[in-house]
């Protein structure tokens, strides 16, 4: 297992961030853009899991499996989300602080 597996497996949890940051986000206020984006968070947090597993166990393809996490990572930024953090700070955003909207459960889910 050589250095690129410890790389790997930062990815695949900046991914996993990413994707439990959008579903807190989405639980807290209720917009559509971050649950299509906490939605897409899961088979992307799968192709980077996956891409770890072939940089791990098949070292002559591991530059394959970090292209693989990078996709993840690239593919999870184009979802498009809301704007909601005006004047927050950097530590706010990073760990996915939001307002709570005071709506219904079924008014949060069109």
Do not use: C
């Amino acid at each position: 297992m050589s250095y690129l597996a410890y790389i790997a497996g930062f990815g695949v949890a900046a991914t996993a961030f990413l994707w439990l940051r959008d579903l807190r986000i989405f639980y807290r206020t209720g917009l559509p853009g971050y649950r299509k984006a906490a939605y897409h968070g899961v088979p992307y947090t799968a192709l980077a899991l996956l891409g770890a597993f072939i940089t791990m166990y098949a070292e002559s393809w591991d530059l394959l499996g970090l292209a693989l996490i990078l996709l993840a990572l690239y593919l999870q930024d184009r979802v498009e989300r809301e704007n909601i953090w005006h004047g927050k700070s950097a530590i706010e955003r990073f760990f996915g602080r939001a307002e709570r909207r005071n709506v219904k459960s079924s008014q949060k889910r069109p």
